[in-house]
């Protein structure tokens, strides 16, 4: 109603008015009128940072995005184009930014791209020395969390929202008294993640020098406690190690899990790949990153809960977590390391591995590395450092530097001491900033939660209202570290500085920022304290130059130059090393077992229990989604007479209905399913943290369309830390086992199938051999061996002939092993193609597409001249591959698959484009002789595809450079290709799995790759969106596409580099010479589908000896 | 030779007997059961499709690799059924076996209310329905045609083929019959709509010359569909490369189980029609006994092929078939292929060699719906073998789901 003259609601109307609310004279304008920065508006004090430019672009754009999701047809929408285009930003073209991706405090570098101002894909930064290039599965979702709709939005007050400014007065509040002097005598407690962030520390410690009285803890729930401390106990000072194992001929790991686990787990896969990538005719190469079979190394591993490096290894022994300390100390009395603790008894296995084991890494003296696990205790630690000390190993493959962490102390023992404060009514102000949350993660025993409701005042920063939030009376929500400036440092030390790529979606601040936004001390925005820290420390360094050249440059890249933790040169045993022992390990009664309390491979401590990817991508080695379960060995799981279920139908894969047991633990119990594991030491129990979680959001972790837990909650699993103590934070003796009547559906994309079948007829054992497998000892003398098709061995030449890049290999079955050098090389001489040089070996494979519809001639130059004929292919290395699952996410996240659920994946209707099989050889009744064997397989992407010809409406097809495309607008969804793909890759939409209607996921997919709807199917494409751009950047530049120019996602990700994609057209592309190499075989290449995708057999490098001593 | 017909019936009694059926509307109480159970069973079709259409085929128990469920079961198994009528109406009539006269018509009825059903399986089964039409060659500007080495066009072809033949045979067998209920008419609308159907009929011996002649040249016609349909919907396994689908065997041992099936739907049908409305006079012991003697041959061919499929797959040596089929008999799901074999083979295999069987109504009607439950399983254990394939890790199980799938038999009760 407009407003009139006479209007009796407005006394004394103004003669101009500026809004309705001043017309209407309402206290509320009045007030709004006084405040000069309307609420929630936030400040800008630098106006033409890059942040700024940041700011800008990411709000306006993702307000566009926001909008273009309306249900308005195409052709109705505005478009509107820049005024003034932004610098560098090309509508889409993406672009990279440098940044960090923190977990548990370490970061490693990673390299993100952004499609019109939004950040979509995570990629590993090449220059970073905990990723050269490589990310965990965990960095790949790190971008879904961004876009999280259960996000905390805004400050609250007892959960109501409330202003930032309020919730920082309330704070400043507290600090400062009426003049704005800093309140003494108040107690004073801040409480954080384990940082290792510097820009971070030096403003925590300038907090700590305007408060002296307060105190700063950082607790993490899976930390490094151990490490630091065995560390400190080893050379008497706190110290950081990391290991070189490239240089490593022999590695032990006792229960350490350095494939899968720690910071710089990415870039150990990296180099302990490197000595296991066998090849014939590729030489090591400068960075050495493939070896000869003589020069693989060989790694040991005593573990209990079977790990990724355990599975990856040549020797694994199954052993309690308690007993690797007996075993570790064994190993050192036999090496002879001067003032090692007396052994204890051991099993009788494990006392088979000692001689072995000790003559081996004496043959290597200098050139091995024994290294501990995080789980296990500091005197483990020592011995081991001892032995590496004892070996000559420090030095030249172990190094021992200064601590990377800001303030190395035990997290464990400080919240310990917090808790009793708080509980002691000695603390009257807790500030928890962020990256942690103690109400879920702390020791049982501790009753933090109880706690820390005696503290009178409570602040939370956080990322989610989370269980912690939801004992704090304040609460600011925390900026993801995509949306603000940061810097951390990895497993080296190196430190990268976190650049945000979008203004923060819902106003968060970081940790920095709020510490200075409190203590109104300097710069507030988190780039001015990254940058202001950063130049200080550039003067104080002396670094060479200017600031503003190095800033910029090292931005750009992502790194700090030289920022590494100092090596201690020459370091040296303390002389009270070996003091501290843990005590002779308990006899376990007959029902007792030992409990082992891991993190969650992929929910960590719970902080991704609202991550869709992380959730449902199966765990590495037990392949279960969505659950968390008691994992126990065959013989135990037979004490208790467990059931495993699969009804009627038999379900080897996605259901399976089994036991639910009661867990107890020091009086505590939880209940569980209980999952039978090979692998898994009798006698043991592991759980896995992080499930639970009450407070994790409504639309992952608490979504009850995924029905209840074992326990009937609306969680995500049973929560492990129920029955976790401060003590005995890793394992712990005691426990017990009881089963339930209860059963419980697990989401297991794939029981316990072993690669063998047998036939009921004569008791044969039928071998499909999906993996091949071998020992270097085996390649040595037949390298052809993974050629041999078990089902028409005597066909092996003609199979092997017709995978694609093999032509050129000489026949398998004249079992001479191949010349090396020029002469049969990819690269040797053709004068006319099929002349010289062809003499022995045939022609060249220069077949283009043999089904293809389209002109093979119709290339890149639209000239008529005979481009490159690309024959896009991909190999995969199973020697290297961890089966660690960041290519399934890192495939998710590019291609904007979606997350089905529980219930969806129990049915069979994962839609991973690739997946790891993983296999076991072996019984499940032996641990010791178990082995486990993964193989990602994504679509093979057949020159004869069978999933072609029976397409009805040709919705997929091959295309001139020999892909198997889908198109998605043709499919009528018959599902005939799924049927008759035999590798199974091809996903079908049974249902609506898109999520179309929540908003802020929108802004995360990529933009690159349709969105599917239901009744499609789909499937890898290779990355298709990824050649076509890298085919028109070298059209326009006139030039061919370089080896190595397209990388697949997958690719990209692999922590180890067992994928390597590129164009068999190119005779110097390196998926050319992997293809060239004897042990790469096809799967499934008997059926003659000709794949492009093909594997590099899985080699092993078993010791003789202790082979023998296993046997006796 | 036997009579064709019982108890001195002549042109005028066996007018009488078949008209009065249709034309005086009174049903016996069977009859109502049957089409309220079958009409309720329709709507439970209508709102189960409805349900389908929105959400997608995902409310089935399909998943990869079991793509396919109960929709191409049911498909493969009404399009047998379907090939019953055909063999009557077109092979018996060029092989001029006479008895063929009394369960013709009903047959072909029953063949072409059974690919009705059959037709609308694949139709529902896809993952966007609405553009079914897509299977057809149609001239459109994206200039694509239907992908003609994909066995699944093929079968368009066939099916579509297949029904509009069986509908013309049928309507043009149908003429003189028509003609009768005209001139039996009772009222004028029975009248009007049974002389407009009739096309003119006067029975003159020139419209007998013409309709047999047409009819013998649509029986030519319709020869090759016996054989040329089922051997095309057996192509949609046997051109794939799924162990155990992928066979030669596949054609010949498909038609011969649609024969076995589609005889046993005829006489499961014609003898509760014969009871209730007592017409043993002219669907006689006899015709139950060579309807019987058929399905003895056609089930030991299709017995055949199931020793042929297991023979073949030990003697090829190949892993895949072998796992394959030790999967499908000792495997989670060998209950199905054990339920196959006693129903398709053990039970009326044994019973069918006795005269006193042939000719009992309940023992035969026992035996002909052990045939189709058996006839079902055989497609129900071809399509699970997707459950088994190459890649170890990718075998999952089925989960059958109720919905939608009962849906099929609804309509087939209304065809009587």
Redesign the interface.
């Known amino acids: 109603m407009p407003p009139e003259a006479n209007d009796a609601a407005a006394p004394n109307p103004p003669q101009l008015w500026r809004g309705l609310e001043e017309y209407m004279d309402s206290p509320a304008f009045h007030e709004a009128m006084a405040n000069e920065f309307p609420e929630d508006a936030a400040e800008w004090t630098d106006p033409v940072s890059r942040r700024n430019f940041l700011t800008v672009m990411g709000a306006g754009l993702a307000l566009a995005g926001a909008a273009g999701c309306t249900p308005r047809p195409a052709s109705m929408r505005k478009i509107v184009p820049y005024t003034r285009q932004p610098e560098q930003m090309v509508p889409g073209v993406p672009l990279f930014f440098a940044s960090a991706a923190p977990l548990a405090g370490y970061a490693t570098g990673v390299l993100v791209r952004s499609h019109e101002g939004r950040p979509v894909k995570v990629e590993g930064n090449p220059d970073h020395p905990s990723s050269l290039g490589g990310t965990s599965a965990i960095d790949q979702a790190s971008v879904l969390d961004l876009y999280d709709p259960d996000r905390s939005k805004t400050p609250t007050r007892s959960g109501t929202p409330v202003s930032l400014d309020e919730a920082v007065h309330a704070v400043r509040a507290q600090l400062f008294d009426a003049t704005g002097q800093p309140k003494q005598a108040v107690r004073l407690r801040v409480l954080s993640g384990a940082v290792t962030s510097p820009a971070l520390a030096d403003r925590v410690a300038a907090f700590l020098t305007q408060f002296p009285q307060a105190k700063w803890t950082q607790f993490e729930p899976c930390g490094q406690d151990n490490v630091r401390e065995g560390t400190r106990r080893a050379f008497g000072r706190d110290a950081a190690v990391n290991y070189d194992f490239k240089q490593a001929d022999v590695v032990l790991s006792l229960d350490a899990d350095f494939l899968g686990d720690g910071p710089g787990h990415v870039r150990y896969s990296r180099d302990f790949a490197a000595r296991r990538r066998v090849r014939d005719s590729i030489p090591a190469g400068a960075d050495g990153e493939y070896v000869k079979p003589e020069n693989m190394s060989r790694l040991y591993v005593a573990e209990c809960m079977p790990s990724q490096t355990g599975s990856a290894a040549d020797h694994r022994l199954p052993i309690l977590s308690g007993q690797v300390e007996a075993f570790a100390r064994a190993v050192a009395a036999k090496l002879g390391v001067a003032g090692a603790p007396a052994a204890g008894t051991l099993p009788d296995a494990a006392q088979k591995w000692i001689d072995p084991l000790v003559k081996d890494l004496q043959r290597v003296r200098g050139k091995s590395i024994v290294v501990a696990g995080d789980s296990q205790p500091p005197a483990v630690h020592a011995l081991a450092h001892a032995i590496n000390n004892h070996l000559g190993n420090l030095g030249t493959t172990v190094f021992v530097t200064a601590p990377v962490e800001a303030r190395p102390d035990g997290k464990m023992l400080a919240l310990a001491d917090l808790v009793r404060e708080m509980a002691a009514n000695a603390v009257d102000v807790l500030l928890v900033l962020g990256g942690t949350n103690p109400a879920y993660t702390a020791p049982v025993d501790l009753d933090c939660a109880g706690a820390v409701k005696n503290v009178p005042f409570r602040f939370h920063l956080g990322s989610h209202q989370d269980e912690t939030a939801g004992t704090c009376e304040w609460h600011i929500n925390e900026a993801h570290y995509l949306e603000t400036w940061g810097d951390g440092r990895g497993h080296d030390g190196t430190v990268a500085i976190q650049q945000p790529l979008i203004a923060p979606l819902y106003n968060g601040r970081s940790a920095a920022e709020v510490l200075a936004a409190v203590t109104l001390a300097g710069d507030t925005d988190g780039y001015d304290i990254v940058r202001a820290y950063w130049r200080k420390r550039f003067a104080d360094e002396k670094r060479a130059g200017v600031f503003e050249q190095f800033w910029q440059e090292t931005v750009r890249l992502g790194v700090v130059a030289n920022s590494a933790a100092p090596r201690v040169e020459k370091p040296t045993l303390a002389g009270g090393w070996a003091e501290g022992a843990s005590p002779a390990y308990p006899t376990l009664g007959a029902d007792e077992y030992e409990i082992n309390f891991r993190p969650d491979p992929t929910l960590f401590d719970g902080r991704f229990a609202n991550n869709g990817w992380l959730q449902e991508v199966p765990k590495p080695v037990t392949r279960i989604c969505w659950d968390n379960a008691a994992y126990v060995s065959a013989a135990t799981a037979k004490k208790l007479d467990l059931d495993k279920d699969f009804r009627w139908t038999g379900g080897e894969r996605g259901r399976t209905e089994v036991s639910v047991v009661t867990l107890t633990y020091q009086g505590r119990s939880i209940k569980l399913p209980v999952w039978l594991l090979p692998g898994h030491p009798d006698g043991a129990i592991t759980v896995h943290l992080g499930h639970g979680r009450e407070r994790a959001g409504a639309h992952v972790g608490n979504n009850p369309g995924q029905g209840p837990n074992a326990e009937g909650k609306q969680v995500r699993g049973s929560n492990a830390f129920a029955l976790r103590t401060a003590a005995t934070p890793a394992f712990g003796t005691g426990a017990k086992l009881a089963k339930t009547t209860d059963h419980y559906l697990l989401a297991c994309v794939q029981a316990n199938w072993v690669m063998t079948q047998v036939d009921p007829l004569n008791g044969t054992v039928i071998d499909r051999a999906p993996v091949r497998r071998g020992t270097n000892e085996q390649y040595k003398t037949n390298p052809w061996f993974a050629k041999i098709t078990p089902t028409a061995a005597g066909e092996t030449a003609l199979i092997s002939q017709n995978i694609p890049g093999q032509a050129g290999a000489r026949n398998p079955e004249s079992g001479t092993v191949r010349q090396r050098g020029t002469q049969y090389g990819p690269d040797h001489d053709h004068s006319n193609g099929n002349g010289n040089g062809h003499e022995g070996h045939g022609h060249h494979d220069d077949r283009l597409v043999p089904l293809t519809m389209y002109n093979p001639n119709d290339r890149l130059y639209p000239d008529g001249s005979r481009g490159p004929g690309r024959r896009w292919a991909m190999a995969i290395d199973l020697s290297a591959c961890t089966g660690c699952s960041s290519c399934m996410v890192a495939c998710q996240s590019e291609n904007n698959s979606p997350v089905v659920g529980k219930h969806e994946v129990t049915r069979g209707r994962d839609m991973y484009w690739i997946r790891i099989d993983r296999y076991y050889e072996g019984t499940p009744n032996e641990p010791d002789a178990t082995r486990t064997y993964f193989q990602p397989v994504p679509c093979q992407q057949c020159e004869k595809a069978p999933c072609e010809i029976v397409c009805p409406v040709a919705a997929t097809a091959h295309s001139a450079d020999g892909l198997n495309d889908m198109v998605y607008n043709r499919c009528v969804g018959t599902r005939y290709c799924s049927n008759n793909c035999p590798y199974k890759v091809r996903r079908f939409n049974f249902l609506s799995f898109q999520d179309w209607s929540t908003e802020s996921l929108k802004l995360g997919r990529n933009p690159d790759v349709s969105v599917r709807s239901r009744g499609v199917m789909e499937k890898c494409t290779y990355c298709v969106q990824r050649i076509r751009y890298g085919e028109i950047v070298a059209e326009r530049e006139h030039r061919p596409i370089r080896d190595g120019e397209v990388r697949t996602a997958c690719q990209t990700a692999c922590p180890s580099g067992a994928i390597v994609f590129g164009d068999l057209g190119d005779p110097a592309s390196l998926v050319g010479k992997w293809k060239a190499e004897p042990s790469n075989y096809g799967l499934l290449a008997e059926l003659n589908t000709m794949p492009r995708t093909t594997y590099l057999a899985s080699l092993r490098n078993p010791n003789q000896e202790l082979v023998d001593a296993l046997k006796r | 030779m036997h009579p064709l017909v019982q108890n001195k019936h002549d042109l005028v009694s066996v007018g009488d007997a078949i008209g009065n059926v249709v034309l005086d509307g009174k049903h016996p109480r069977g009859w109502w059961i049957g089409f309220l159970a079958g009409f309720a069973m329709l709507q439970v079709l209508a709102i189960s499709v409805a349900w389908l259409f929105y ?5 089935w ?8 469920g109960f929709a191409i079961i049911n498909f493969v198994w009404w399009i047998g059924i379907g090939h019953a009528g055909t063999l009557i109406s077109a092979i018996l009539l060029l092989l001029h076996q006479k008895w063929r006269t009394s369960i013709n018509r009903f047959s072909e009825a029953m063949t072409i209310f059974a690919v009705m059903c059959a037709g609308v399986f ?1 139709l529902i ?5 609405w ?2 039409y ?2 057809y060659p149609f001239p459109n500007i994206a200039g ?1 045609y ?2 003609f ?5 093929w ?2 072809f066939a099916v579509t083929t297949y029904f509009t033949i069986s509908l013309v045979f049928w309507y043009i067998g149908l003429i003189p019959d028509l003609a009768a209920l005209r001139d039996q008419a009772r009222n004028k609308w029975q009248r009007i709509g049974y002389g407009l159907l009739s096309l003119g009929w006067r029975g003159s011996a020139i419209h007998w010359r013409r309709y047999e002649k047409v009819y013998l040249l649509l029986g030519g016609l319709s020869t090759p569909l016996v054989l040329s349909v089922h051997t095309v919907v057996s192509f ?1 396994f046997a ?4 162990p155990l689908w992928h066979a030669t065997i596949f054609p010949p041992f498909f038609v011969a189980g649609a024969i076995y099936s589609g005889f046993a739907m005829v006489v499961a049908l014609a003898i509760p029609i014969r009871h209730w409305y007592k017409l043993e006079d002219l669907f006689t012991d006899h015709h139950m006994d060579i309807m019987a003697k058929v399905m003895l041959a056609t089930g030991f061919l299709v017995t055949y092929g199931y020793f042929s499929e297991i023979w073949m797959a030990w003697y090829g040596h ?3 078939e ?2 394959t089929t ?2 499908r008999v ?4 060998g ?1 199905s292929y054990w339920a196959l074999i006693f129903f398709n083979c053990a039970f009326p295999l044994v019973a069918l060699w006795s005269r006193k069987v042939r000719r009992s109504e309940f023992w035969l009607e026992m035996v002909c719906i052990s045939v189709l439950i058996g006839m079902w399983f055989e497609r129900y254990v071809i399509v699970i073998t ?2 088994r ?11 059958p789901k109720k919905q939608g799938g009962g849906g099929g038999h609804s309509i087939m009760e209304n065809a009587p």
Do not use: C, K
């Not at chain 2, 959400?55 to 409310?59: K, T």
């Not at chain 2, 128990?61 to 396919?68: C, D, E, F």
């Not at chain 2, 000792?330 to 799901?333: I, Q, S």
């Open positions: 959400m997608g085929v995902g409310i128990g399909i998943n990869v690799p079991t793509a396919w694949p089964h896809m993952g966007r329905p553009f079914f897509w299977l694509m239907p992908q080495r994909s066995p699944l066009t079968d368009v949609d051109v794939s490369i799924v190949s892993l895949y072998w796992g030790i999967e000792f495997g989670p799901y209950w997707l459950t394939d190459q890649v170890p890790t990718e075998m999952r199980e089925l989960l």
